[in-house]
């Protein structure tokens, strides 16, 4: 629900004067959500809306669609030419001398950057100075409600029973010789979401040996890879309640095929656990001791004690991603690899912390969420493993 007050109170938050959103043919769903017309007909013309840090918005759309932006507040301004356009943003402009875009400078955050350089251009033209909305986004978008914070721990519950179903099933199928498929896994995880009134966006990783050192594997129906005594086996799971609204629970665990773990699949994972707990520790003492605190910051935290070991080049992805109604969502991104992210980890937003080491023969990978409340308290679900699950001895534990 498009709610003024608190827009505009967040906009003063975060020092400017205006936000410009802006759309065309969905090419800025950020606004879309924001304007609430991701649900609605794909419009065809150009559309602006400007709200202030005080006093009414201003739209300005096209005039074969006078009534795209009728269900939000503020003074409607229509033109047709070109010209019209442009003397129609200055207008919307008038009297802000900073404003925030779905813009990243030199694209550094592209989860943020929807909007394209002519129209930063456009706005500059007016005098006006620009700044990224990427925080003013996350208050909107990537923040979570109370309902929201249940549906995750409800999700929760039972992704982590997922994975007690997964490994008694890989137990019993690989006593005395025997075998499971990774899609058979695969499988069996799907159906049990399925039947607790779960959905994923996509089937969970299963991979065996090899296959666990590329982060993004994905099982092979037409050649099912099988599961044997003595395998090493990463699962990486997510999914949420199924009804509108509800946000993602995503978590890695990995286990050995066997009743005790070699020594090296324990060194590795000791090390991924560390920095998991690393950057855990980083969220926890910021907020403890109310500082602001960048997502950059939390990557820096897990990565140290992977390079300090000795495996930097083997930690290949973020340590952690925006959590919400997609598995990957809109907030802060906890990376300072791929992108130095700059957005601030705000209260009431989720995300992962999954760091990961991935050698030719195996990779090893530990991933939790973290949810930090209104009050800055940090909650982190989906439980700590901490030691590689002999899966042949496993007791649910």
Request: some cysteine; proline content about 6%; glycine content about 10%.
């Amino acid at each position: 629900m498009f709610d003024l007050p608190a827009i505009q109170s967040a906009i003063r938050q975060f020092g400017f004067d205006g936000w410009l959103l802006h759309d065309f043919r969905g090419s800025n769903m950020l606004a879309r959500r924001i304007l609430g017309l991701d649900g609605g007909a794909m419009l065809s013309r150009r559309l602006y809306y400007a709200i202030p840090a005080d006093g009414p918005p201003r739209k300005l759309v096209h005039r074969i669609e006078p009534g795209a932006l009728d269900h939000l507040p503020g003074d409607k301004h229509v033109y047709l030419r070109w010209q019209e356009l442009e003397s129609g943003v200055a207008t919307l402009l008038k009297g802000m001398r900073r404003v925030a875009l779905e813009y990243s400078p030199r694209n550094a955050i592209p989860y943020v950057s929807r909007l394209d350089a002519g129209t930063v251009e456009l706005v500059r033209e007016q005098g006006v100075d620009v700044g990224s909305s990427g925080d003013l986004i996350q208050l909107f978008e990537a923040a979570w409600n109370d309902d929201q914070w249940r549906s995750h721990r409800e999700a929760e519950r039972h992704t982590t029973a997922a994975y007690e179903l997964a490994w008694g099933l890989i137990a019993d199928r690989t006593r005395n010789g025997g075998s499971v498929g990774e899609c058979e896994i695969q499988s069996a995880i799907m159906d049990h979401f399925h039947s607790n009134g779960l959905t994923a966006h996509h089937a969970p990783i299963v991979a065996v040996g090899p296959h666990s050192g590329d982060p993004h594997y994905e099982p092979n129906p037409a050649a099912d890879t099988p599961i044997r005594e003595g395998d090493f086996v990463l699962i990486d799971l997510w999914a949420k309640v199924d009804q509108p609204g509800c946000v993602y629970s995503d978590l890695t665990r990995v286990g050995f095929v066997g009743r005790e773990v070699p020594a090296r699949y324990e060194e590795i994972f000791q090390v991924v656990a560390r920095a998991r707990d690393a950057a855990i520790a980083t969220v926890r003492e910021a907020y403890a001791a109310g500082r602001p605190l960048h997502g950059w910051e939390v990557d820096d935290a897990a990565r140290s004690v992977i390079e300090q070991a000795g495996y930097g080049p083997y930690f290949v992805h973020r340590t952690g991603h925006s959590l919400g109604q997609e598995v990957h969502g809109n907030g802060a991104n906890m990376d300072n690899l791929e992108t130095h992210e700059e957005r601030l980890v705000l209260p009431r937003t989720g995300f992962t912390i999954e760091p990961g080491i991935y050698l030719p023969e195996f990779g090893v990978r530990s991933e939790i969420d973290v949810f930090i409340d209104a009050g800055g308290v940090v909650h982190v679900t989906g439980g700590l493993q901490q030691t590689v699950v002999p899966v042949l001895a496993y007791d649910g534990t």
